[in-house]
């Protein structure tokens, strides 16, 4: 990865912005006149993100906003670049491009958007969330601010490139980050083996979610979505890309013909979905919903008799828990972060399979659909996830994260002579 040197983003800046760098460059003393005046004002909030969609990550990244707005915090997020146009955008939102940037020369500018607003922004704590808004995010941070980074793990090691995995172990143990925060004991288990000097800066966080309580009956919510009204229905609300495995509830449709899968969400795995659907014979009774908003998800969840989650990795699982805490039963891989987060009370929230053993999935599936004491047991556990994962316990605990990091900058500070 190419690291620009300061110099070298100010040059960028300049050809943006029309200025010249040295007038794009506040005064020596920023840093400074930033760490007096925070007591006089309400500390600024900068969460940076990748990619502007309706997914889980963003789902996280608008709570945890909305959450340190309400504690008083002004609060601005930051994307590099829009993803989706139905993209349902929080308060106070900025882009760095409208697209992902596909060439060197797009890349750069796109640094230099990245850092002229990180500047302008002159946030006193910036969090970052998925791994390349940790890794360039985080690195452009410390070039244009002086303010402390806090580096979410919001994204399964699995769908880091090697090269990435390295970068984002080296600014941990580097301290680019001044916290690193993961959302499950599994994810600690998965740093375990990372030196000192990165696991000391990590915390756990559980996540919150907003419970989901559809505003219309199965019925209208069906007609709403287009579904047939009388359908047995399978769904999942996720990004359509292949970790996430949506073949497998595709797959299962071979054998039942009685069932329907519906997909809510959009990516890049979309056109092999389709190409499996057709050569399954299944393509009449797999519906491609699109993207959904956060305000959607309720009524696309109350048309479902089961929810599929066969997805190959993760750190949490929040469109299961939302799913499960919603009533819908959940059928999940067999993975351990999976375990641990859908249980309430020792007793499973969920059914847990092999995803790609079809046979199994298909059982699964079936004995919920026919076992209703079984069904109600579900439900009951899934209520009970509303106690473990609050909004509220979230959001005070990024506050108190906040508020150590900014102490913690103060003194360091004081100890330099900055004030």
């Known amino acids: 990865m190419t690291i620009l040197k300061k110099s070298q983003f100010e040059r960028v800046l300049a050809l943006e912005s029309g200025t010249s760098a040295q007038t794009a460059t506040p005064p020596r003393d920023a840093g400074v006149t930033d760490r007096t005046a925070r007591s ?62 596909g060439d060197p020369l797009s890349f750069l500018r796109f640094l230099g958007a990245l850092y002229a607003r990180i500047r302008q922004l002159r946030p006193d704590v910036v969090l970052t969330f998925q791994h390349y808004g940790n890794s360039i995010g985080g690195i452009v941070s410390r070039l244009a601010s002086p303010a402390p980074v806090i580096a979410n793990q919001v994204s399964a090691r699995l769908t880091m490139p090697g090269w990435l995995s390295g970068v984002d172990r080296l600014m941990g143990q580097l301290g680019v980050f001044d916290s690193i925060t993961v959302n499950s004991h599994d994810m600690l288990r998965d740093y375990s083996r990372y030196p000192e000097s990165y696991r000391k800066r990590l915390t756990h966080v559980p996540h919150g979610f907003d419970q989901k309580r559809a505003t219309l009956s199965k019925a209208d919510a069906r007609r709403q979505f287009g579904l047939k009204p009388d359908a047995i229905i399978l769904g999942s609300a996720a990004r359509l ?95 351990p972060v999976l375990r641990e987060v859908l249980s309430y009370q020792g007793g499973p929230a969920a059914v847990f399979v092999d995803a790609s053993d079809t046979a199994a999935m298909t059982a699964a599936i079936a004995r919920v659909l026919a076992d209703d004491e079984f069904a109600a047991q579900l439900r009951r556990a899934g209520d009970g996830l509303k106690t473990r994962y609050s909004v509220d316990a979230m959001a005070d605990e990024y506050a108190r994260i906040i508020e150590q990091a900014l102490a913690t900058d103060v003194q360091r500070g004081e100890r330099t002579g900055d004030r």
């Open 40 to 101: 006089a004002k309400r500390p600024r909030v900068l969460l940076i993100q990748t990619q502007a969609e309706n997914a889980g990550a963003q789902e996280i990244s608008r709570l945890v906003g909305a959450g340190l707005a309400a504690r008083g915090y002004d609060v601005h997020n930051l994307f590099f670049f829009r993803q989706s146009l139905a993209f349902d955008e929080p308060p106070q939102t900025v882009y760095c491009a409208p697209r992902r940037p």
């Open 241 to 335: 890309h292949p970790l996430k495995q949506l073949d497998a509830a595709i797959r299962v449709l071979a054998n039942r013909p009685d069932w329907t899968v519906a997909l809510a969400g959009q990516g890049q795995d979309e056109p092999r979905l389709r190409e499996l659907a057709d050569r399954l014979g299944v393509s009449d009774r797999v519906q491609f919903i699109g993207e959904i908003s956060p305000d959607q998800v309720a009524n696309f969840l109350a048309c479902l008799d089961v929810f599929v989650f066969p997805s190959l990795a993760e750190t949490f699982g929040l469109a299961a828990v939302e799913a499960a805490n919603a009533g819908v039963p959940v059928i999940a891989n067999d993975l």
